[in-house]
């Protein structure tokens, strides 16, 4: 993950898994944030589902996330506007806690 912009806007490493059983953050894959979608890569359906998943778990609007680099591959550079680097990290810990409660 990158240092943000400005103050209020972060920029992303992100690995997409297009045709995954569920849509999810699974947690960090190297210098990224790796995220399955159900859609599959065609017409930008995955990049919408992209946006939608991250909107959810980072509980910004889709407005506010846009792909900026990798929009034809798997690869994908995204800023998020709104957030703070702090506000990211501390919500990526919590979330990630939340889930792993989940599976035990």
């Known amino acids: 993950m990158r240092a943000p912009l400005h103050k209020d806007t972060v920029t992303l490493s ?3 898994i297009p045709r995954a059983k569920r849509s999810e953050v699974v947690g960090a894959g190297g210098d990224s944030l790796k ?4 859609a599959p890569p065609e017409a930008g359906r995955a990049n919408d589902a992209l946006i939608a998943v991250l909107a959810e778990w980072l509980d910004v609007k889709r407005q506010q996330i846009e792909i900026l680099a990798g929009a034809s591959g798997r690869n994908k550079l995204v800023r998020i506007a709104g957030v703070s680097g702090t506000a990211l990290e501390k919500l990526r810990a919590d979330r990630i806690r939340e889930d792993v409660k989940k599976l035990r």
């Open 35 to 38: 995220v399955y979608v159900t």
């Open 14 to 16: 992100v690995r997409v």
